[in-house]
């Protein structure tokens, strides 16, 4: 058996102390395979944003286990969490989070800027992620002249730009109608078949949770259920 990519054990995550104490996790175990789609689903309160914040090295467990490719996340100090972020991990948001002034280039480009790397290797990387999901024409179109899907199709150039072993996605098509929802999760499922990026995603909506290999159910802190995904669309 070939070791998951990402392993919890025993996970939990509180927060305040004393009588004001939240406890958001309460023992999660979880195994995600590399080069798995994963849909993360669960009402809220149920601990699902809490797990993906700590799954991105965005916040860090208050017990239990944590390990990313054999490396135990909680011997990791700050700094090597941000590390371990820049190079291994691509994020995705809801709001799209695009600079409004800058070219959907210049966007791509932001993670390979932070890692020092110089004007024609951000060129070429960045040209590359476009064509990816089929930007490549529109490299120099600002947010404003782009339509929301197309905006959204940057935003995950820019997370994989990097060639991340993960990409998270939180409720990637949550501002986008039904017909654009689909495109993207058609993008992501083409994107982990043919360049084998794990993707986590949370989403609200079974019809999008259908595009995944994976589907977690969260509730009340805890992993309630894990049952497979229908893969809609997979080959559209």
């Not at 070939?2 to 996790?25: C, E, H, M, N, S």
């Not at 972020?85 to 791509?108: D, H, I, K, M, P």
């Not at 996605?169 to 360049?195: C, F, H, Q, W, Y």
Request: proline letters at 4%; a negative charge; charged letters at 25%.
């Amino acid at each position: 058996m070939v070791d998951p990519i990402i392993r919890l054990r025993g996970v939990t995550k509180t927060y305040g102390d004393g009588a004001t104490a939240f406890q958001a996790l309460k023992g999660v175990d979880l195994d995600i395979a590399a080069g798995d789609f994963v849909a993360v689903m669960g009402p809220s309160g149920s601990g699902k944003s809490t797990t993906m914040n700590i799954l991105g090295c965005l916040d860090v467990p208050s017990g239990g286990e944590f390990t990313f490719k054999n490396v135990p996340i909680q011997t990791l100090d700050r700094d090597q969490r941000a590390l371990l972020r820049r190079r291994y991990l691509g994020f995705v948001f809801q709001g799209f989070n695009l600079l409004s002034r800058t070219s959907a280039l210049e966007n791509v480009e932001l993670p390979l800027l932070y890692r020092g790397e110089d004007k024609k290797v951000r060129h070429e990387m960045g040209m590359a992620a476009l064509d990816k999901v089929g930007l490549a024409d529109w490299w120099d179109h600002t947010p404003a002249e782009l339509s929301g899907g197309q905006q959204q199709r940057v935003a995950i150039a820019r997370a994989i730009v990097t060639n991340p072993d993960v990409l998270l996605a939180d409720e990637p098509t949550g501002n986008l109608d039904s017909e654009r929802s689909v495109e993207i999760m058609k993008l992501l499922t083409r994107l982990n078949r043919d360049s084998g990026i794990t993707v986590l995603m949370v989403t609200h909506e079974p019809d999008m949770a259908a595009f995944a290999n994976t589907i977690v159910h969260f509730k009340d802190g805890l992993v309630e259920r894990i049952e497979a995904g229908l893969r809609a669309g997979v080959d559209a």
